[in-house]
């Protein structure tokens, strides 16, 4: 089973829209950690944001923003007045206390149309 | 910091040559992964070094792929002899920890095997 379930294969919106990354997670572990990343056009990965699975607080940077739910494993991210600069495919993340490795989503490829 | 540098950025060789990708990790990270990336399969773990040793290698898809790790600062994957099939991008990251630190990835080697 896939610990780690990002269902939206691509997205497509118009410059100035919102866009809301799905990223739905399965562990049972009770300490994990979730990360987001992402992958522009040239192809390298960038660290984007880290939660504990103690902190259910939501994360504002900028224009991004992060919705960790533990009662719905997932922890979504949402880029408001989305720009050209955010076409990417961005990948979830999850770790676990007990474990070794990183399991990644299969990414969300994200278009952003002029 | 310079980040995690990996070289080459691009590598084009013929089946059965041997390749040879390099990294350098960020200073005082004691953790360096390689993952390899394709569309079929998504990103992959290969293996990951602890401290210079390499603790889990069952990702390493078979006897034609090694790693090492000589010291703290250089770590190489050699892929001898190389097929089509091992045509991907290879990343090297590295992280303070194996769980709850997130992995800083290089730029990638784009490696492609005709």
């Known amino acids: 089973a896939q610990k780690v379930t990002q269902a939206q294969t691509e997205i497509s919106v118009v410059e100035k829209e919102d866009v809301t990354l799905d990223c739905v997670y399965e562990?049972?572990?009770?300490?994990?950690?979730l990360f987001w990343y992402k992958q522009p056009p040239s192809g390298e990965l960038v660290f984007l944001i880290r939660r504990n699975s103690f902190d259910e607080q939501n994360e504002i940077s900028g224009r991004y923003s992060w919705n960790f739910q533990k009662s719905t494993s997932s922890f979504n991210f949402t880029i408001t007045a989305s720009q050209v600069v955010d076409s990417a495919v961005y990948f979830c993340?999850?770790?676990?206390?007990?474990?070794?490795?990183?399991?990644f989503g299969t990414g969300t490829s994200l278009t952003v149309i002029p | 910091d310079a980040g995690v540098i990996q070289s080459p950025r691009h590598e084009v060789t013929e089946m059965g040559q041997e390749v040879t990708l390099r990294c350098k990790p960020i200073?005082?990270?004691?953790?360096l992964f390689w993952y390899r990336q394709t569309m079929m399969r998504g990103l992959e773990l290969l293996i990951y070094f602890n401290n210079n040793v390499p603790i889990d290698d069952s990702g390493m898809p078979e006897d034609r792929f090694s790693a090492k790790m000589p010291n703290a600062s250089f770590s190489t994957l050699k892929i001898q002899p190389s097929e089509p099939r091992d045509s991907a991008v290879y990343f090297c990251?590295?992280?303070?920890?194996?769980?709850?630190?997130?992995?800083?990835f290089g730029n990638g080697t784009r490696l492609t095997v005709t």
């Open positions: 990251a590295s992280s303070r920890t194996v769980n709850n630190s997130p992995l800083h």
């Open positions: 993340a999850l770790s676990e206390r007990g474990g070794n490795q990183f399991y």
């Open positions: 200073s005082g990270h004691d953790y």
């Open positions: 562990t049972r572990d009770t300490t994990y950690y």
